[in-house]
Structures are given as C-alpha cells and as structure tokens.
C-alpha cells in the first residue's frame, strides 16, 4: 500500500464547476496534509495546509480532514481554466518527513 | 527576497560523468530536501537534512550523495552510479521542528543524461 494515494486522474469539470480532489494516507501519525498545485514544467507551489479535522477555507479553495478515516480532500469552487494543473498532496509524518502522492491532473474546460 | 535558488536550470550530461545540483536557501531555514520527479509521477525523495553537517537517505538514495557544510547549500550529486539519471530534480526547505511547516520549493532542475 503507498503511504499517500490519489487518482491520477484526469479530472474534468466545466468552468464555473466544482471540482473535488480527493487523498488517502496510510499512516495514522501524520499530524500535517499539505495541497501543492503545479503546472506542467514548473515547481510545486503551495494552496491549502490543514492540521485538524474539519474544513479548512482560503478563497475558493476548501480543505477537508478526517482523520479518523485518513481521508483528505480539496475543493475548488467557480474552477477556471487557470486552475487546470496537477495536484499532489503531501503529507508529514512525525519525523517531520514530506510524502507526496502521485498527483491528480486537473483539467477545467472552458 | 527570501527564496531557494537552484541552477542551472537545464543540465546536459553524458552517461558515466558525476554532475552536481545547487541549491541555496535564504530562509533561514534549519532543514533542506532533495526531490526526484519523472513524468507523470510525484516527488520522491532522494535525501534530507535537518541540520548541517547531518543528513539522511531518503526513499531513492542510491547513486546520490549530498553534504551540508553550511546552513544555506545543499548541493546533490548525481553519480555515475544512478541507473536512469534523466529527471526533474526539485530541492526545497523547512522550518525544523515544526510539523505545520510547509515545504518551500526552488524552480527546479531538469537534468538529461545521454
């Protein structure tokens, strides 16, 4: 089992959607969830971080954790095609290590 | 500006020579991670340091080494050792001991090897 799964995807919603990344981890000390977004070519930056259970909001971007579950998620409201890219989520264990998952390719159509 | 500088920013290199990647921070910060990306795939990771002069293998640390000698470098080595070379490399940091630290990453280096 890999310590951090998403679907590869792609996923496709049409402009103005809501678009909804999902993630799972295996490991049930990881206490920091961590969603990156990157272009193609280009460097992860950082969208959203999320330590406690519940939503977490910035703009149009909502983070959800469950740990109980090991479930983490991202939602993207009003997507835009600016938002097409590939996101990866991360997740630190407590030896303060940074796993990531392969990533989900977004893909927002106008 | 704080920031991770990496460079160069394309390397070519023929198969059997050592190449080595920069990777200077001004953030102050404690720890610095080395990552490996292939097409369509996530960051692996190749080693990190939470100190200088201290540094441990990651997931994918054969073929590579590193060394930490000051608090802002941590330069990686790709050795003739290292089966398929050929990726993008990223390297970032982080506070140290703090788990909401996010990692801060560099523009990154596409290494090809022929």
């Known amino acids: 089992q890999k310590e951090v799964e998403q679907n590869s995807g792609p996923l496709s919603v049409p402009e103005g959607a809501i678009a909804s990344l999902n993630c799972t981890y295996s490991?049930?000390?990881?206490?920091?969830f961590f969603w990156y977004r990157q272009y193609s070519g280009k460097s992860p930056e950082l969208i959203m971080s999320?330590?406690?259970?519940g939503d977490k909001e910035d703009g149009r971007f909502t983070a959800q954790l469950n740990k109980a579950s090991q479930y983490v998620s991202l939602l993207i409201r009003d997507s835009q095609p600016s938002d097409s890219a590939t996101y990866l989520c991360?997740?630190?264990?407590?030896?303060?290590?940074?796993?990531f998952g392969a990533g989900t390719i977004l893909r927002v159509k106008s | 500006d704080g920031g991770i500088t990496q460079s160069p920013k394309y390397l070519f290199r023929k198969e059997g020579q050592n190449v080595t990647l920069s990777c200077e921070q001004n953030?102050?910060?404690?720890?610095m991670y080395w990552y490996r990306q292939d097409p369509g795939q996530g960051l692996r990771l190749i080693y990190y340091?939470?100190?200088?002069?201290?540094?441990q293998k990651g997931d994918i640390a054969e073929g590579y080494s590193v060394s930490r000698e000051k608090k802002e470098s941590f330069p990686l080595t790709v050795t003739s050792a290292q089966k398929n070379p050929t990726a993008f490399y990223l390297c970032?940091?982080?506070?140290?001991?703090?788990?909401?630290?996010?990692?801060?990453f560099g523009n990154g280096t596409r290494l090809t090897v022929t």
């Open positions: 970032a940091s982080s506070r140290q001991g703090d788990i909401i630290s996010p990692l801060h």
């Open positions: 490991d049930r000390g990881s206490q920091s």
């Open positions: 999320i330590y406690s259970n």
């Open positions: 991360a997740v630190k264990s407590p030896g303060n290590k940074l796993v």
């Open positions: 953030l102050n910060h404690d720890a």
């Open positions: 340091s939470q100190i200088v002069n201290d540094f």
